[in-house]
Nanobody, 114 residues
């Protein structure tokens, strides 16, 4: 089992920045990839960014160039640095860790509004 805890969400004005953090605990040795997904009201959950143990990174087209995913030195932490935020980035952001099973955090709300 893997437990994920997110932090760092909040209210930010358009053009602003936020940094999300996710800490994994439990059977972290089994994790192949960690990442961030988001779900806006009335929409399906979508991929934001993923980072594999090989350091390969995948970004959604909508965030490429504005968001940066990275891992902490301890390898059980993943960050999402979000810059130039837009109102359409408003969503609940979920941390994900995948091995043979998908694990999810409870989510953290990001609201981009003036």
């Amino acid at each position: 089992q893997v437990q994920l805890v997110e932090s760092g969400g909040g209210l930010v004005q358009p053009g602003g920045s936020l940094r999300l953090s996710c800490v994994a605990s439990g059977s972290i040795f089994s994790i192949n990839v960690m990442g961030w997904y988001r779900q806006a009201p009335g929409k399906e959950r979508e991929l934001v960014a993923r980072i594999f143990t090989s350091d390969r990174i995948v970004y959604a087209d909508s965030v490429r160039g504005r968001f940066t995913i990275s891992r902490g030195n301890a390898k059980n932490t993943v960050f999402l640095q979000m810059s130039n935020l837009k109102p359409e980035d408003t969503a609940v952001y979920y941390c994900n860790a995948a091995s043979n099973t998908n694990y999810w955090g409870k989510g953290t709300l990001v609201t981009v509004s003036s």
